[in-house]
């Protein structure tokens, strides 16, 4: 489904049997409140914006299966609730990543998932980016990159990112274990890097900062074994 300008949608779309793609040439994508747009099985559900996407709060994005959900925009993407068994992957080419919420429910829910920003993948206090996910890869090219989880998550390659990067700061919370597989590391000079967990916290790779500060704070254990 194709549009050449602003693309709004105000009821459910439901996709069986194939993929789905949303795409709009000029202007933004809007997914109103309660709308739901869904497929099912290994399908994939794609959102295509030459401008920004708006994930309007109460609106959903789901698989019923293992399909990827790929959401692609040049400008600000703002999160509500996208569900998959398997993989999500949001880009944005010029604009950040944020939670349109403000509240501390996940917004992805996910096996795996990569974020790639240009401006910053969330932010402070509820507006950082809440996940339920396995594992997640993170870049963007300038600002800060805030994560949270309520469950132990992993940090390492998807799609085919690998580990978190950002210019500014990082902070990665969970209420359970962290894993570290690939690398964290914040390029700015004095930038800072935060990893809070309330389980473990296993560093199998590098975590690495340009003179900044590194708090590594572990409820449980702290394993260093990079």
């Known amino acids: 489904i194709t549009s050449t300008d602003t693309m709004t949608v ?6 069986t049997g194939g993929d789905l793609l949303l795409q709009n040439t000029g202007g933004d994508f809007v997914l109103n409140a309660l709308s739901i747009i869904s497929n099912n099985s290994t399908f994939a559900i ?18 019923s299966g293992t399909g ?9 993407i703002e999160l509500a609730n996208v569900n998959t068994s398997g993989e999500v992957q949001v880009t944005t080419s010029a ?6 919420s403000g509240s501390e429910a996940a917004l992805i829910t996910a096996d795996t998932v990569a974020l790639r920003a240009a401006t910053g993948i969330g932010a402070t206090g509820a507006d950082d980016i809440d996940l339920a996910v ?37 902070s990665l919370v969970t209420g359970g274990t ?16 935060l990893v809070d967990a309330q389980g473990d916290i296993d560093v199998n790779s590098t975590v690495e900062t340009n003179g900044g500060a590194i708090d590594l704070l572990a409820e449980n254990n702290l394993n260093l074994n990079a």
């Open 10 to 15: 105000t009821e459910n779309i439901t996709a």
């Open 46 to 63: 794609g959102i295509d914006s030459a401008g920004a996407v708006t994930l309007t709060d109460t609106s959903t994005v789901t698989s």
């Open 68 to 76: 990827l959900i790929d959401i692609d925009a040049a400008n600000d």
């Open 95 to 100: 604009g950040a990543i944020t939670d349109i």
């Open 134 to 170: 396995g594992t997640v890869s993170a870049e963007t090219a300038a600002g800060d990159i805030f994560i949270e989880s309520s469950t132990g998550f992993t940090v390492g390659t998807v799609d085919p990112l690998a580990g978190i990067t950002a210019l500014d700061n990082i």
């Open 178 to 193: 962290l894993t570290v597989d690939d690398i964290i590391e914040a390029t700015g000079a004095a930038a800072t890097i």
